[in-house]
């Protein structure tokens, strides 16, 4: 049965995910809160090692030792994840919640021919005979704009071609139609065209089905295209949040600014391309000011304290003491 509409798909609160290490204590994911409402797409961005993908194994119980969640709230549909028990979990992994991972080959059995795999796939969840698991495993490749799907289902893997393998995991994810998936970098390795036509038929299934999507990724221009919201992360913690076009058309966070500028498109043919100066913190030896102050061009005393998130602007979140809000925009709410 579905949640109250009036219930987020996706509520994460305060959450903290730390790796314990014979180093000490890696606060991967720190404070991270977000809310994704039905059939929203939210692109979680930032460059490797922000805290990106821990958060979406987080999310979806997927952590492995020394990871472990040590405080705040993951609440799919009202329900807390982090109480529930491994069997509660289980039955909601890959079914009402899918993940897509960068390699499809983390979802498929080299093998098994793709028909078995979705078949098996289909009976974990339900009570469908075979013949009707294959029917759905069919209608499901055919929606994900694969053409001849019964030859595909009786391929093996290792007789598909990269972007056929991501289609086929991307399939196998929307088997049973989950309210929520998470997608980590899975068009990254792809040709550009290919690329395109995936992101064009999961947002479109993503609109019809009213699935809840975060797509994980350091690629900018695909959440442009993509995405409703953006939460950009740095060293473990969001660091600004919004709708698309407001955090892409103004950002506030002088690291959103830099990954922007940083773009080729930004920059002029034949200059060298700008660079945002320095390297992340370590995270096992965080210094107690804000994490991008090192680098940051508008640093100051009151920098060598952590700071929260505020809103500047109405829907428009950033961590920062001195976020780049434009004049008009500060007379405008203090006029």
């Known amino acids: 049965m579905s949640a109250p509409t009036s219930v987020p798909t996706l509520e994460v609160r305060n959450l903290r995910t730390h790796f314990f290490t014979p180093g000490g204590v890696l606060p991967a994911v720190d404070d991270v809160s977000l809310t994704l409402e039905r059939g929203r797409i ?15 194994f987080s999310i979806l119980g997927l952590l492995d030792a020394p990871g472990r969640i040590v405080g705040g709230q993951i609440l799919f549909q009202g329900r807390d994840l982090v109480t529930l ?13 899918a993940m897509i991972f960068q390699d499809p080959m983390m979802t498929l059995n080299p093998v098994l021919r793709v028909d078995e795999q979705m078949i098996d796939a289909v009976q974990a969840h339900s009570k469908a005979g075979r013949e009707q698991a294959r029917e759905l495993a069919r209608d499901t490749l055919g929606m994900m704009g694969i053409a001849s799907p019964e ?25 049973h139609k989950p309210d929520l998936i998470i997608a980590d970098e899975p068009t990254t390795a792809l040709d550009v065209t290919i690329q395109a036509q995936i992101l064009s038929e999961v947002q479109k299934l993503a609109r019809q089905h009213g699935t809840a999507l975060i797509w994980i990724t350091h690629d900018l221009s695909v959440v442009a295209g993509l995405a409703d919201d953006i939460a950009v992360m740095y060293s473990g913690r969001i660091v600004e949040q919004g709708k698309v076009a407001d955090v892409l058309d103004q950002p506030l966070h002088p690291y959103t600014q830099g990954l922007i500028g940083s773009l080729p498109s930004n920059n002029r043919r034949g200059e060298r391309l700008r ?24 640093v100051s005393e009151q920098c060598l304290t952590r700071p ?15 976020p780049a809000v434009p004049v008009h925009a500060v007379e405008f709410r203090h006029g």
């Open 308 to 322: 929260g998130m505020t809103e500047p602007l109405p829907g428009h979140a950033v961590r920062c003491f001195h």
């Open 151 to 175: 030859e595909r289902l009786r391929a093996y893997p290792h007789q598909l071609s990269g972007g056929m393998r991501q289609r086929v995991a991307i399939a196998i994810a929307l088997l």
């Open 275 to 298: 660079q945002i100066p320095g390297l992340t913190p370590n995270l096992l030896h965080l210094p107690p000011t804000c994490a991008f102050a090192a680098r940051c061009e508008r």
């Open 85 to 97: 028990d491994k069997k509660s979990l289980r039955a909601l992994q890959g079914n009402r919640i």
């Open 42 to 56: 939210l692109g979680l961005v930032g460059e490797s090692g922000s805290g990106k993908t821990v958060t979406g």
